[in-house]
């Protein structure tokens, strides 16, 4: 049974930072390339950054680009998220998975307010 859980998330001021983690199970990790994807209300999931399956390359959206950073450990199965210099408009709930094998997880919140 494949499993993604994201966590990390919360409250934090502008400026601020945070790390995302994504814990997988249930099928091989290592083979696949992850994205995270962030959904704030009233809007459409978008694509917010992806690595590939060594984790030799990635992609940012522009809106992020230069302030979050995407990574993974394939020995421990989790892919991250560290987001800096946070904005009020990063605040959404943000997702891990895969849009093509339909794995997902159940999203973590952050929210960016002072």
């Known amino acids: 049974q494949v499993q993604l859980v994201e966590s990390g998330g919360g409250l934090v001021q502008p400026g601020g930072s945070l790390r995302l983690s994504c814990a997988a199970a249930?099928?091989?990790?290592?083979?696949?390339?992850m994205t995270w994807y962030r959904q704030a209300p009233g809007k459409e999931r978008e694509l917010v950054a992806g690595?590939?399956?060594?984790?030799?390359?990635?992609s940012y959206a522009d809106s992020v680009k230069g302030r979050f950073t995407i990574s993974r450990d394939n020995a421990k199965k989790t892919l991250y998220l560290q987001m800096n210099s946070l904005k009020p408009e990063d605040t959404a709930v943000y997702y891990c998975?895969?849009?093509?094998?339909?794995?997902w997880g159940q999203g973590t919140q952050v929210t960016v307010s002072s």
């Open positions: 249930g099928f091989t990790f290592s083979s696949y390339v």
């Open positions: 690595i590939t399956s060594g984790g030799g390359g990635t």
């Open positions: 998975g895969n849009i093509v094998a339909g794995y």
